[in-house]
């Protein structure tokens, strides 16, 4: 509440003062990407926050304390007039600050992205383009932009509703990947929820609750943690042959994440799978460990 208050203090003081975000009647106006959308450099405006933190000892407080929310409310007004274009800005300074260890950096980008107009929507088609990439600091940042669209926290199921499901493109199927590797179980039913309506539901549903059970009697040491399951590999197996890929995805991820529930020629057959994201995940399943 604290925050809210104080840059709403500081869109004011801009307003009377340098003109910036002053137009109220601009501000209530949907924002959606108008000529000059950057007028705020949003790069320069991070980094006179940053250097305003690491001087904060150095200068008066209460004035430093005023220029920082100063430059928040900046930020803040950058954001509604170009949501998706300030949270690449932000995604850029992150990555830049997490690859160089800086703490400070990441934090305050961290900040800006809690002080965004950004819906998921649009937190999500910013950082598409950036699923492709493989170095880690951007998979720490993506990942964790990922997670806030999710909301998995306090033990929920991950939230894939923002997530496009029939999306080829490279970036796409990146994504998709992503939400099987997250969570199989949820991705499966994101699949089967949103094709069928009808009674082609159930195979799929079932499968999933088998698997479910299964990994629940491991969890809570009802069964070895790695002992096969022959009930759970026919399920696989039967996934392994439906027509739709994400059901052949689905029995390719649970294997590579419980190798005990695969067999040689069923893993085979997923390695030569024609569509390439079960192809790939496949390939990356290790050999179980034989008693």
């Given at each position: 509440?604290?925050?809210?208050?104080?840059?709403?203090?500081?869109?004011?003081?801009?307003?009377?003062?340098?003109?910036?975000?002053?137009?109220?009647?601009?501000?209530?106006?949907?924002?959606r990407n108008p000529p000059n959308a950057n007028a705020i450099p949003v790069r320069a405006e991070l980094d006179r926050l940053l250097e305003l933190t690491t001087r904060?000892?150095?200068?008066?407080?209460?004035?430093?304390?005023?220029?920082?929310?100063?430059?928040?409310?900046?930020?803040?007004?950058?954001?509604?007039?170009?949501?998706?274009?300030?949270?690449?800005?932000?995604?850029?300074?992150?990555?830049?600050?997490?690859?160089?260890?800086?703490?400070?950096?990441?934090?305050?980008?961290?900040?800006?992205?809690?002080?965004?107009?950004?819906?998921?929507?649009?937190?999500?088609?910013?950082?598409?383009?950036?699923?492709?990439?493989?170095?880690?600091?951007?998979?720490?940042v993506v990942n964790r932009l990922l997670g806030r669209i999710e909301d998995a926290s306090g033990g929920r199921p991950p939230d894939f509703r923002h997530y496009p499901l029939r999306d080829d493109s490279e970036s796409g199927l990146a994504l998709i990947?992503?939400?099987?590797?997250?969570?199989?179980?949820?991705?499966?039913?994101?699949?089967?929820?949103?094709?069928?309506?009808?009674?082609?539901?159930?195979?799929?549903?079932?499968?999933?609750?088998?698997?479910?059970?299964?990994?629940?009697?491991?969890?809570?040491?009802?069964?070895?943690?790695?002992?096969?399951?022959?009930?759970?590999?026919?399920?696989?197996?039967?996934?392994?042959?439906?027509?739709?890929?994400?059901?052949?995805?689905?029995?390719?991820?649970?294997?590579?994440?419980?190798?005990?529930?695969?067999?040689?020629?069923?893993?085979?057959?997923?390695?030569?799978?024609?569509?390439?994201?079960?192809?790939?995940?496949?390939?990356?399943?290790?050999?179980?460990?034989?008693?």
């Open positions: 509440m604290k925050l809210i208050g104080q840059l709403a203090l500081a869109v004011v003081a801009l307003g009377a003062g340098s003109g910036c975000g002053g137009d109220t009647g601009e501000r209530n106006q949907p924002a904060a000892g150095e200068s008066d407080e209460q004035r430093a304390t005023e220029l920082f929310y100063q430059g928040l409310a900046r930020l803040m007004v950058a954001s509604e007039r170009d949501e998706v274009g300030f949270v690449r800005e932000l995604i850029d300074f992150e990555v830049a600050a997490v690859a160089a260890r800086n703490e400070k950096a990441a934090a305050l980008a961290i900040l800006a992205q809690h002080i965004s107009s950004a819906s998921k929507s649009q937190t999500l088609q910013a950082v598409l383009p950036y699923l492709t990439k493989s170095d880690d600091a951007t998979q720490q990947e992503h939400m099987f590797r997250r969570s199989p179980d949820d991705a499966l039913q994101s699949f089967v929820l949103a094709v069928y309506q009808d009674e082609r539901r159930k195979p799929l549903l079932w499968a999933r609750h088998v698997v479910d059970d299964a990994l629940w009697k491991r969890q809570n040491g009802f069964v070895p943690a790695k002992e096969p399951d022959a009930v759970v590999t026919r399920e696989l197996e039967k996934m392994a042959g439906r027509d739709e890929w994400w059901a052949r995805l689905y029995a390719a991820e649970i294997i590579r994440q419980h190798p005990e529930f695969g067999k040689d020629e069923l893993v085979k057959r997923l390695a030569d799978d024609p569509h390439p994201l079960v192809q790939k995940t496949a390939k990356t399943i290790r050999p179980p460990i034989r008693k």
